[in-house]
């Protein structure tokens, strides 16, 4: 009776082991960024308070070659560089993804140069400026040393690759050294990196044994001319994807079309579609401002309000997607 009780626990233990393991994940979008500016030690902390599973940096190179977390290379949006003199003359117009962008990039600075910038909110109009000046750029270091201190996992998206490597800057090995000193390097390991580019993905599926994802855009193309969005969502595009990656990162209306009223239709056959290929399926980005929300899930007419994210995110959690990007961790936990 003894064993049998004891063989019955083990299996009920088990069952909720694998059940802990397949929940959706919480990936926390540059940290709790509906709270506090994007890409700071402040905002991924916020996000580990509230429950985050990964926390997400957007990595891009300084001219020294160090990794540091923006959301892009051309930082004027999310520092006090413009408001700076002593760095008027590093202003300059760059062709970033055959775009012309006007900015202050960070492969223009040192590292040492960056961190006498300050963060700034990047969404003033909907988030305030009340925290602006506070808090100085991360390095992808510093992020690892705070995930593996608080137990959360990393999910690091490698910025216009492509680009980083025809200035001699590429940010791959660097990353996958940076994992490899965390002792992170197997598919085990609480890491995802993700791009929006194809060939720099094949390119770390030889340097490295975490789980890589797949970005996939709404319309457009990868920036390095590796196909279209649109053939990778196609079952042929899926098994082509998991030859070289283990998930998908798609805009969320690619799973949930949004209709002329803006309100959610039926779900599409792309998460179906995906794990047939053997691909999880990660959506982004989950944000609770009306601004970004259906009509379904509204409250009131000011775009800055709030509304029921919490209803969103259970209704993309109802197609059987594996996790979400969300600037809200707090909402997310509370919807899973």
């Not at 700034?120 to 040393?145: C, K, V, Y």
């Not at 593996?148 to 800057?169: C, M, N, Q």
């Not at 044994?209 to 970005?215: A, E, I, K, P, S």
């Not at 283990?246 to 969320?252: A, L, M």
Request: contains cysteine.
């Amino acid at each position: 009776m003894r064993l049998f009780l004891a063989l019955s626990l083990c299996l009920m233990l088990g069952s909720a082991v694998t059940l802990a393991a397949e929940r959706p994940i919480v990936i926390a979008h540059r940290g709790a960024s509906g709270l506090l500016p994007e890409h700071t030690i402040a905002a991924y902390t916020k996000a580990i308070e509230d429950g985050a599973d990964f926390i997400e940096p957007d990595l891009v190179a300084t001219r020294d070659g160090v990794l540091v977390a923006r959301h892009e290379n051309e930082i004027s949006g999310t520092t006090d560089v413009a408001a700076r003199p002593e760095f008027a003359d590093r202003e300059v117009t760059k062709v970033i993804d055959g775009v012309a962008v006007t900015g202050w990039f960070t492969e223009n600075f040192t590292l040492a140069e960056l961190k006498t910038l300050r963060a700034r909110e990047r969404l003033p109009e909907l988030r305030g400026t009340a925290n602006d000046g506070r808090f100085e750029i991360p390095t992808l270091d510093e992020i690892i040393a705070l995930a593996k201190a608080r137990g959360v996992g990393v999910y690091p998206e490698t910025k216009h690759p492509s680009y980083f490597a025809a200035i001699g800057l590429p940010l791959e090995a660097k990353l996958v050294a940076a994992l490899d000193a965390a002792g992170w390097r197997t598919a085990e390991a609480p890491v995802f990196i993700q791009s929006f580019e194809v060939n720099n993905l094949k390119q770390l599926r030889k340097m490295t044994g975490v789980r890589l994802v797949q970005l996939v855009a709404g319309e457009g193309a990868p920036a390095d001319g590796a196909g279209r969005y649109a053939e990778m969502l196609t079952p042929a595009g899926l098994k082509a994807i998991a030859a070289y990656a283990d998930g998908i990162g798609p805009e969320k209306t690619l799973i949930i079309p949004r209709g002329p009223d803006m309100r959610l239709m039926e779900p599409t056959r792309l998460v179906a579609n995906a794990h047939a290929a053997g691909l999880k399926v990660h959506p982004w980005t989950f944000r609770a401002e009306n601004h970004f929300l259906p009509a379904d899930h509204k409250r009131g007419d000011d775009p800055r309000a709030h509304g029921d994210l919490v209803a969103e995110i259970r209704a993309y959690l109802a197609t059987g997607v594996d996790g979400i990007f969300s600037d809200f961790t707090a909402e997310a936990v509370a919807a899973r």
